[in-house]
């Protein structure tokens, strides 16, 4: 049978069944492995994808916790200067209050010490006083006019002395 233009169907059987065998072995030793390439590395990227997202979730719930420790030693740094700057108020009060005592105590000896000076001096100052009288007493003994003539000589000069200042 042949048809007009030359055509033969035989030889477009043919070609259809070489096309077929071309197309299954492409497939076969082509698509086959490219998809099977493609499925694999998919699954490897979303195998990464939930991955790296457990990852991620890791990191977000070790931060919590972490932030959670901070303010906790935050809190115990604060508990911790309250307790040091009571201690250290406490301590001062403590100085403040020795060393009012010891200054009190300075002052009470400083006054006994002022006590004793003013007594011994008080005391010098008798004995110089006595030594006094009793060298005036021995000079006015030695001397060969008695004390009453001394004593009118002694007034009679100082007024010459008081009218020759005023003249």
Known sequence: MNLPLNID???????MFNFTILAGGLYVLLYKPVKEFMDNREA???KMEEDAKAILENAHKEKEAYD????????????MKTKALKE???STEA??????AEAEKIVKVAHI???RD???MVEEAKEEITQ???DATRKLMTVEKDPYHLFVESVQQEGEVDSHDEA
């Open 68 to 79: 959670a420790k901070i303010s906790r030693v935050e809190e115990e740094i604060q508990d």
């Open 95 to 100: 100085q403040i209050k020795s060393a009012k």
């Open 9 to 15: 169907i035989q030889q477009i059987v043919l070609h």
């Open 132 to 134: 006094l009288a009793i």
């Open 88 to 90: 250290v108020e406490i």
């Open 44 to 46: 490897n990227y979303k």
């Open 118 to 120: 003013k007594q011994k």
């Open 113 to 115: 010490a002022a006590q």
